[in-house]
């Protein structure tokens, strides 16, 4: 006999959630990638003009959304701002202004109006892990979801990410991007 079917429902429940919610929990040794290169400078990369192209995808596979994004990013000393602008598939347009500081050994910290709290990402050789609790509007309402983006620098101009987002520790899809670097 399965162990939750000697469980009250309730409490089957409740226990597979949590179960659920360690694998998503999962830690990511981001020192495996210190010798990768060319190396992520985040500072030089976004500094400037940088497209990007991306899709949604729900937990099944299925593509919800698609979109264009321009970046135009200033950095100064251990400061840094993103200015995203989105071009969505069905016609929304959206703006998201990243203000990011520079903290010691690949550290950095974000904020923006829709992210909850504070992102924190660290570097490792030409990889970025960035994760952040944003505000997602959803059907008339807002839902907080968790964002866990792996950015790979693939040479001086391309720039790969995926994103796992969740909520409650449930993974709910993935957005897939690549990013171009603008030619000087």
Not at 56 to 83: A, C, H, K, P, Y
Request: glycine share 10%; with cysteine.
């Amino acid at each position: 006999m399965p162990l939750l079917s000697l469980l009250p429902r309730r409490l089957g429940f409740v226990l597979l959630m949590f179960l659920l919610a360690l694998t998503g929990c999962a830690s990511h040794d981001m020192k495996q990638y210190a010798d990768q290169t060319p190396r992520l400078d985040l500072a030089q990369y976004f500094n400037g003009r940088t497209t990007g192209w991306g899709m949604v995808q729900d937990r099944f596979g299925n593509i919800t959304r698609r979109f264009v994004v321009q970046i135009e990013g200033r950095f100064s000393g251990q400061q840094g701002e993103l200015d995203e602008r989105f071009e969505w598939s069905d016609g929304e347009r959206q703006r998201r202004v990243w203000r990011l500081t520079r903290q010691s050994d690949g550290l950095w910290t974000g904020q923006a109006d829709d992210v909850i709290g504070q992102a924190k990402g660290e570097i490792s050789g030409n990889v970025l892990r960035w994760q952040y609790t944003l505000a997602v509007p959803v059907k008339g309402r807002t839902i907080e979801m968790q964002f866990d983006d792996v950015m790979v620098l693939i040479d001086d101009q391309v720039l790969l990410n995926r994103a796992a987002f969740s909520k409650w520790g449930i993974r709910l899809g993935e957005v897939s991007l690549s990013f171009r670097k603008a030619q000087p």
